[in-house]
């Protein structure tokens, strides 16, 4: 015949009763194999090829079977994915690892033109790896888009280095439509790089308390969530002990963005000391 499905039911318990019954059909012609046994060959999902012996029999169980619709991603590059709406299946092959966070990590396209946040539990993943992921398109509460990733394989290695940047470049303008878009920063201008990979050079203009965060200002008209001139960049753990206002540092990693209020500013995010330079 044509269009033939194959079924499998297999069934262990920890004790043994009387045989189970099941109603069938003889529609001609040996359709089934089985075998049961009261545990003498262990679990039937270990038995494999003739171990044990099957018996074939004429015989079909009487079943309905019935399939629910499954949202099957489309397969996309990081640009199409990033103006997709949210809840959107994806599928994206040959990217990058820009970027490995604890919960989290960025992709790339290889020749550098779109990047974008990917979310995963325990992914154990590290940059420089080139990937295939599944997942659904999603929003974070500061508008950047990210996915949700099902599924990650590894595929090979690859390098990865940022793209140097002027600051009043950073962000970039908006890509697609948000929500079906990628968000810009404000007053950003050009290609939309959120999730790209990069560097930023310029002196120190503020730094945090507990020094999680350094804000540095190549001279463009731009500034942080506190008002100070410059790009806060993130770098708990990483800042080296004698940076001090007024000095030069370069600092490399994906851009992301955090909104207050109304306003949208970039942020990058530092992956480890090795990422911060000074001048």
Known sequence: GVDNLMVDFSFNNSFNASDGYCRFSTPGGNRTVYYRTDGVYG??????????????????????????????????????????????????????????????????????????????????????????????????????????AAGVTVQQSAAVAPVAMNQRTVGGGAVGSPPAGQAGVTGGTGLNNVGLLVRVTGKVTAISPDRSWVTIWDGSAVQDAGGNPGIRCSTPGMLPAGVRAGDMLSVAGPVSIVKVGSSVFPQILARSSADITLR
């Open 43 to 148: 679990d039937p999902l270990e038995w494999w090829g003739a171990s044990p012996t099957p018996r074939l029999i004429n015989r079909v169980p009487n079943v309905r079977l019935w399939l629910d619709p499954v949202a099957v991603g489309e397969r996309k590059g990081v640009g199409e994915a990033k103006v997709s709406a949210d809840q959107t299946p994806v599928e994206i092959q040959g990217v990058i690892v820009s970027a490995a966070f604890d919960g989290f990590f960025y992709v790339q396209s290889p020749d550098r033109s779109s990047g974008i946040r990917v979310h995963r539990a325990g992914h154990g993943l590290s940059a420089g790896q080139v990937v295939n992921l599944s997942g659904t398109v999603k929003t974070n509460a500061h508008g950047e888009r990210y996915i949700e």
